[in-house]
Nanobody, 136 residues
Framework: EVQLVESGGGLVQAGGSLRLTCAASGFPFEDYNIAWFRQAPGNEREWVSCRSRSDASTYYSESVKGRFTISVDIDKNTVALQLNNLKPEDTAVYYC?????????????????????????????WGQGTQVTVSS
């Protein structure tokens, strides 16, 4: 069973930093695309960042590019999102999510549709979220 548990959220002043962590278990971590999303009150869920399984490339939304950094520790099955220079508009519940991008078959692997790109809203498994609040 896929389990994702986020932690690290909190209250911080504008300009401050936080480090969010997502502990993953129950699945072959290296076979999945990994992403962070966020949702502010009254807003749709927003894609923030992702890491591609195929080549470990990372991507960011324009609103966080240059301020947030996604990193993955395959050995520890954890995903982190470093949030720097936070702004009040970053206030939201942050979620990590994964989707399988390849599956093991006899003799190797078969890639799945998500392996084409991690920039997607089609993620299958989600954590419970962690609240980030940025005061002005």
């Amino acid at each position: 069973e896929v389990q994702l548990v986020e932690s690290g959220g909190g209250l911080v002043q504008a300009g401050g930093s936080l480090r969010l962590t997502c502990a993953a278990s129950g699945f072959p971590f290296e076979d999945y695309n990994i992403a962070w999303f966020r949702q502010a009150p009254g807003n749709e869920r927003e894609w923030v960042s992702c890491r591609s399984r195929s080549d470990a490339s990372t991507y960011y939304s324009e609103s966080v590019k240059g301020r947030f950094t996604i990193s993955v520790d395959i050995d520890k099955n954890t995903v982190a999102l470093q949030l720097n220079n936070l702004k009040p508009e970053d206030t939201a519940v942050y979620y990590c999510a994964v989707v399988r991008a390849r599956v093991a078959i006899p003799g190797g692997f078969r890639t799945l549709a998500p392996d084409y790109t991690c920039i997607s809203y089609s993620y299958e498994n989600w954590g419970q979220g962690t609240q980030v609040t940025v005061s002005s």
